[in-house]
């Protein structure tokens, strides 16, 4: 099992979260809400409004999101999703729990809010050089006040 933090589509209430509740892509685990422990520019880009962390470490904001365990299934399922490694590179980040939800077999072994876990995230090196001069985003909401619907028409 891996844990894979999300900040985009695929949280809940947003436009590709059915693909982490499909049981036939493999198992996703909800654990609990985090923040990058590091600012990082995410920016909403490209014709089809999709949403990028860019692995530029310093910069920008905490980026909010969700953290799934995952199988391995899944894992490969969310790899060909979001293209990676050519669109998105899997990286380990640090995250700071805000919330947690998950379950272990014992509580000695949960996390206490305010710890840093690391988490797989898909995050890209390989981006647009204007897209840095982009407005960042500390939490991604397709329906948000930017008015950059995200558009699901060929963007997979």
Known sequence: MARVFVYGTLKKGQPN???????????????GRGLTVEKYPLVIAGKYNIPFLLNTPGTGHRVAGEIYCVDDQML?????????PNMYQRTPMRIEILEWEGTSSAPE????VNSI????????????????????YANYDSFGKHGLLYNEEDSG
């Open 17 to 31: 979260y059915h693909s982490m509740t499909d049981r036939t892509h493999g198992t996703a685990k909800f654990q």
């Open 76 to 84: 490969q399922f969310l790899d060909e999703f979001e293209d990676c």
């Open 109 to 112: 072994e949960r996390p206490a």
């Open 117 to 136: 876990l690391e988490c797989d995230v898909y995050s890209t090196t390989t981006y647009q050089p204007e897209w840095i001069n982009l407005p960042y």
